[in-house]
């Protein structure tokens, strides 16, 4: 399991705590200038192939992929990389980013990551807040980079891990309003529903093993496959 020690990333004063939520808001913004709209994760072929036809299975969806693959995968990916920033520690920073590239089951979710991930060290450089060149890993992916913009904003690891799941619950459901089609007022009734699980996703998150890592989503990495030569796509492949 990794160990989340006191670092500068756990800073705890009134302005401090202050700057570093509004530095995560930014982060998690659908306005952040990186592209995440632009994917589906597999959902567009979920509907496509009628595995997810209505509010009720999208939310099992997403409950399924949330319990399975995120808190499983990129949640307790990003206590370890963040960790890692706070420490300075390139070669675990490589370690991990390598492991995370090795577990994307298809072209389009490793594609998915890499760019977005060069979106946000570009964003980043924008932003003149980079860290030092030498511990950017090569092909620096979008979980890595996420880690480090928020122990760049002082933000607390645990905030880390509910920003992220926030994020890609809202971009899910954006997908399926524009997809499925999903009505705004269900999509909020799903997130009403899916509020305490991701709570208890970043909780189980950061008590995982190494050894416990991996993704468990057989159905998405199907979908996500299948989507590369799907006739018809709003999203990207």
């Known amino acids: 399991m990794a160990t989340v020690t006191n670092t500068p990333t756990e800073a705890a004063t009134p302005q401090v705590d202050d700057l570093a939520l509004l ?43 949330l319990e399975d693959g995120l808190s499983r995968c990129e949640l307790p990916l990003l206590v370890r990389l963040q960790t890692a920033w706070a420490e300075g520690d390139a070669i675990t920073l490589a370690k ?54 928020a122990h760049k904003r002082f933000v607390p690891v645990r905030q880390t891990l509910l920003g992220f799941v926030w994020a890609w619950l809202e971009n899910q459901l954006a997908v399926a309003c524009k997809a499925l089609p999903l009505g705004h007022t269900a999509a909020q009734r799903i997130i009403e529903r899916l509020r305490p699980q991701l709570a ?28 590369e030569t799907q006739y018809s796509r709003l999203f990207r492949s």
């Open 96 to 149: 991990w980013n390598d492991w995370l590239h090795a577990t994307r089951e298809t072209a389009e979710l490793s594609d998915e990551d890499t760019r977005l991930g060069g979106a946000l060290v570009t964003l980043l450089r924008n932003l003149e807040l980079l860290p030092e060149p030498h511990l950017i890993p090569e092909e620096p992916g979008y979980i890595t980079m996420f880690a480090w913009a």
């Open 200 to 227: 208890v996703a970043v909780d189980t998150a950061l008590e995982r093993n190494d050894h416990e890592l991996g993704p468990i989503l057989p159905g998405l990495a199907l979908g996500s496959a299948l989507h």
């Open 23 to 65: 530095g995560l808001m930014q982060l998690v913004s659908p306005a952040l200038p990186i592209g995440a709209f632009a994917w589906s994760q597999g959902l567009e072929s979920a509907f496509e192939l009628g595995w997810v036809n209505n509010e009720a299975e999208l939310a099992q969806w997403v409950e399924g992929v």
